[in-house]
């Protein structure tokens, strides 16, 4: 298993790729008319769930059961695209949806069918203003085309698809901050249950989903379950979208058979670190995902190896740290994103990120002592698991694997710190900086 | 290119217990720019509850009066026929929403993970430093969330445009092509016509 294996991304290179005639020219909506006119919604969850496929927004939970879920009934049920890409290190929605929005709408008609949904959202986040643009000319397309509005494709289903952008939050990536902020509200996470597949969107039953997830769907109806579930290994099955930033040589998008081994993505693909340097960590789903280091390299990248190792497969955005980097401010800057995008609701996460960041900067400054460590590990432990939602964790998770890693490198910059500052200090005092300023020497 | 952590704008002023809050306002009593009122219409109807439309409405005043100005939350309001205090609570919410009249266009830098450990600080204090020098008026500079663009990392989000991947060498160009309404850095922004990133092969 090595290189690209381009299923979902096969038409890449077709130039206007986004427009409607070129799309369906290549078969597109080929899917979704079969999906509306030829089978009845059970056959589609049933082929859905088949296939194995599973979220590919960071949770990692079967697809098809999810939409299964679905009370029966005649309320009014939804929805919701998950186009609220804000994960450090994940861009991959980005692509999927400038290269090829009908591909999403596609699998927004299919995913509306096996949920029995008449109105669909795709809630995009606000920065991508261009992908917004793009995926708005394309559902005007589909609903000229019929594809989208009452009676698609000439069946008695009726779906209304709205592009809902955001204004920045990244915690309305958290599905039911999702739902609140497409209802109008601040984005605040819910307690759970009720779980939106009950209770979601308007009260009504709502399914989920990440675009990655929804741009599979056509696929799958088109070649079957069988086909989708032979490529993967065991429970992850299918092909993944993974990112690779940091420091690689080739930082991009790789469409990769599920199982594929780390050392594969990072160094085959993304052309590993740069000249001369060594990999230290790397995140393998996001920065949420504790880092996992060298000894992972051989790892095959599938969920469950991910989850054995102590990380998580996520988003599959792998963010690549080298040797040059020290693990101080990495670990500063990280906590610094999760304490600015807490929505403030649960008290671990509002002041377990607080205090996280506090104490980095403490240890950065050369006021922390070597047990400081010990209070920021227990103050991720009292984060996981103690809120609403996981955005604590996500700080809590990744921070708590570097500590557990790179315990001597901390303590090393304990010292150093503290070391520099004594000797700015003692220059300071002997300059008569300090006594000018009424402070006291060094301590 | 204010400290994000700094309380919001007013947070410490007294508040005048006196007063009535504001209510729903009537709509025959605030002027509304016609082709706002229409977006903010048409935005309504496309959802089954209408306060669903008001991130959409947020943006669209914002478009207009430059951020969500006291008057930009009355005429919203008007239409909507919401109280101003609750679009408050949502623009001081959102990252994209303004709640001080720091500039009607953006260059938002990102400084997440991925950018970080490409030196995107460095880029960050050389454009922001840029903005100074070249006196830089109505645009908000700020150093940003993740973007959604590691693989062109360090980047930066010009109204919506992004460009990159950049060093501190481009600041001086960036600000100056911002200042004079240009296009920043042709060839080099997401969606550009043959965009490459500099280690893909030339097509």
Redesign the interface.
């Known amino acids: 298993m090595t290189g690209q294996l381009k299923k979902l991304t096969a038409n890449y290179d077709e130039p206007d790729l986004h427009r409607m005639e070129v799309y369906e020219r290549l078969g597109g909506y080929g899917s979704a008319r079969k999906a509306a006119l030829d089978m009845t919604q059970e056959e589609v969850l049933d082929q859905l769930e088949a296939s194995g496929l599973r979220g590919r927004g960071g949770a990692g939970f079967s697809m098809g059961k999810k939409a299964s879920f679905i009370p029966e009934g005649t309320m009014?049920k939804y929805l919701c695209c998950n186009a609220d890409?804000?994960?450090?290190?994940?861009?991959k929605?980005?692509v999927l949806m400038?290269r090829n929005p009908h591909q999403l709408i596609e699998g927004c008609i299919i995913g509306a069918i096996a949920a029995q949904a008449t109105?669909a959202f795709i809630f995009i986040?606000?920065?991508?203003?261009?992908q917004a643009k793009m995926l708005d000319a394309a559902v005007t397309e589909a609903y000229e085309k019929g594809y989208l509005g009452s009676g698609i494709f000439g069946s008695q289903t009726d779906l209304e698809l709205?592009v809902?952008?955001?204004?920045?939050?990244?915690i309305c990536g958290e599905e039911s901050a999702l739902l609140d902020?497409?209802?109008?509200?601040?984005?605040n996470p819910r307690l759970k249950p009720p779980f939106p597949a009950n209770q979601g969107l308007?009260q009504g039953p709502t399914l989920i989903n990440n675009v990655e997830t929804l741009c599979n769907t056509p696929a799958i109806i088109e070649h079957g379950p069988e086909w989708f579930a032979a490529m993967g290994v065991d429970k992850s099955t299918g092909t993944k979208m993974v990112?690779v930033?940091?420091?690689v040589?080739?930082?991009?998008?790789f469409e990769v058979e599920l199982g594929i081994p780390v050392r594969e993505i990072i160094y085959g693909l993304a052309?590993g670190p740069p000249e001369g340097r060594d990999l230290k960590c790397f995140?393998p789903g996001g920065?949420s995902a504790p880092v996992l280091t060298k000894e992972h390299l051989d790892l095959p990248f599938t969920y469950e190896a991910m989850a054995e190792a102590g990380s998580m497969l996520g988003t599959a955005?792998m963010?690549v740290?080298?040797d040059s980097?020290p693990i101080v401010?990495?670990a500063l800057?990280?906590a610094g994103?999760y304490r600015?995008?807490s929505c403030g609701k649960c008290v671990p996460c509002r002041e377990g990120t607080n205090w996280t960041v506090h104490m980095l900067e403490r240890i950065d400054q050369g006021d922390a002592t070597p047990m400081d460590l010990e209070i920021m590990a227990e103050v991720q432990t009292n984060i996981i698991g103690n809120c609403l939602c996981v955005l604590g964790d996500s700080m809590a998770m990744p921070i708590g694997s570097m500590i557990k890693h790179f315990r001597g490198e901390f303590e090393q910059h304990i010292e150093a710190a503290r070391a520099a500052r004594d000797r700015e200090h003692i220059r300071a005092f002997s300059a008569g900086e300090l006594a000018a300023a009424g402070e006291a020497g060094p301590a | 290119m204010r400290d994000?952590r700094t309380m919001p704008l007013g947070w410490d002023e007294a508040v005048d217990l006196e007063r009535d809050p504001a209510v729903v306002p009537d709509p025959a009593e605030v002027e509304v720019p016609e082709a706002l009122r229409a977006s903010i219409t048409a935005a309504m109807q496309?959802?089954?509850?209408r306060?669903?439309?008001?991130?959409?409405a947020?943006?669209a005043a914002q478009k207009v009066h430059g951020w969500c100005s006291p008057e930009a939350l009355r005429q919203v309001a008007a239409v909507m026929q919401v109280t101003p205090a609750y679009l408050s609570?949502?623009a001081s919410?959102?990252?994209?929403?303004r709640t001080e009249p720091i500039g009607s266009r953006y260059v938002?830098v990102c400084?997440?993970?991925?950018c970080?450990?490409?030196d995107a600080r460095a880029v960050y204090e050389a454009i922001a430093q840029e903005a100074r020098d070249q006196e830089l008026e109505d645009v908000e500079v700020r150093n940003?969330?993740?973007?959604?663009?590691?693989?062109?990392?360090p980047m930066a989000?010009v109204?919506?445009?992004?460009v990159g991947p950049l060093s501190e060498d481009d600041a001086h160009e960036l600000v100056a092509a911002v200042k004079e309404n240009r296009e920043v850095l042709p060839g080099r922004g997401?969606?550009d016509e043959g965009f490459r990133?500099p280690?893909?092969d030339k097509a």
């Open positions: 009014e890409e804000s994960e450090p290190g994940a861009f929605d980005r400038q109105r986040r606000g920065e991508y203003e261009t709205v809902h952008r955001g204004q920045g939050a990244y902020a497409l209802e109008g509200k601040r984005g308007y990112s930033s940091g420091n040589q080739r930082a991009g998008n052309g995140f920065s955005s963010i740290v080298d980097q401010p990495l800057n990280l994103f600015h995008e | 994000r496309r959802y089954p509850d306060h669903s439309a008001v991130l959409p947020l943006a609570s949502l919410y959102y990252d994209m929403l938002y400084t997440s993970v991925a970080h450990v490409r940003f969330e993740c973007l959604g663009a590691c693989d062109m990392a989000s109204d919506g445009r992004y997401l969606g990133l280690w893909e």
